[in-house]
């Protein structure tokens, strides 16, 4: 069954959409990671590594429910086996039936935010031949910057993903912070893509933190500061990684909701 937290009267709920070992050796994603960094990253995350010390990779989306109120999707996964991420993730993804387990109706979703538009967050937001949106009443947020910036990020996505949402009209382009309803906000945190995103859930003096691809393993809860290979730009991805995280924990103990660590929820307390 999906794992779900509840902040206030907003529950937040995990939905896997695949799992698999990357498709290179964890040392070259981070290649300034040392041997006590990656054994403290085992200890804190243990089921993200393999026997013979492979990275395990988990592909999962986020939904957020305020009360009865309208479902809000945090990425959309690696997708069904014709998606753009097929050449290196394990498609087909489950989505469709986590949501079901989880008592979502896709076409119950009013909102997707795609925090950033690499092929395995993209997956099930446009799907078939021609692409129709997969969430048919949702509108979909994406940062005007990573949308101006996808001749770079992912050329093949603008004919397969932006061109279908917005002739649909379900393509919303924000620009920095944007406040989606009491207690969620998107927060702009470029560096591994230009426009990605995080979305910040607060009530009761609680938060919870999607990251997105903000940080992607759990060496960089161990040294933030440490660059991943695939960043775009990697000085502004630690600018953006370390900025936000001692903000929140300046602010008080902050749940961290991952997409690719072997767990979904894992604490960043304050000091």
């Not at 086996?81 to 387990?101: F, I, K, N």
Request: proline fraction near 10%; include cysteine.
């Amino acid at each position: 069954m999906p794992l779900s937290r509840t902040h206030g009267s907003i529950t937040v709920t995990a939905i896997t959409d695949g799992e698999g070992p990357f498709f290179a050796p964890r040392t070259e994603a981070f290649p300034a990671a040392t041997t006590e960094q990656w054994r403290e990253a085992d200890r804190r995350d243990p089921t993200a590594v393999t026997a013979d010390g492979r990275w395990w990779l988990h592909f999962r989306c986020f939904a957020i429910r305020a009360g009865d109120g309208p479902t809000t999707l945090v990425d959309a996964g690696i997708g069904p086996a014709d998606s753009p991420a097929a050449t290196w993730a394990p498609v087909p993804g489950r989505l469709p039936a986590e949501l079901a387990a989880a008592g979502i109706d896709p076409a119950d979703v009013r909102t997707v935010v795609l925090t950033h538009l690499h092929t395995d967050h993209v997956g099930w937001a446009v799907t078939g031949s021609p692409g129709t949106p997969y969430f048919r009443n949702a509108t979909y947020l994406v940062q005007r910057a990573e949308v101006a910036a996808i001749d770079r990020v992912n050329p093949e996505l603008r004919a397969g993903l932006i061109a279908p949402l917005r002739a649909a009209g379900q393509l919303r382009e924000v620009d920095g912070e944007t406040t989606l309803g009491s207690g969620v906000r998107l927060l702009p945190t470029p560096g591994h893509t230009p426009g990605h995103q995080c979305v910040l859930v607060e009530a009761d003096e609680s938060r919870l933190l999607l990251t997105g691809d903000l940080l992607v393993h759990a060496v960089q809860l161990v040294a933030p500061e440490l660059a991943y290979a695939h960043e775009e730009d990697p000085a502004a991805a630690r600018a953006s990684r370390t900025n936000l995280l001692r903000t929140l924990s300046e602010a008080g103990p902050t749940i961290l909701a991952t997409p690719h660590l072997g767990t979904p929820f894992h604490p960043h307390p304050h000091p």
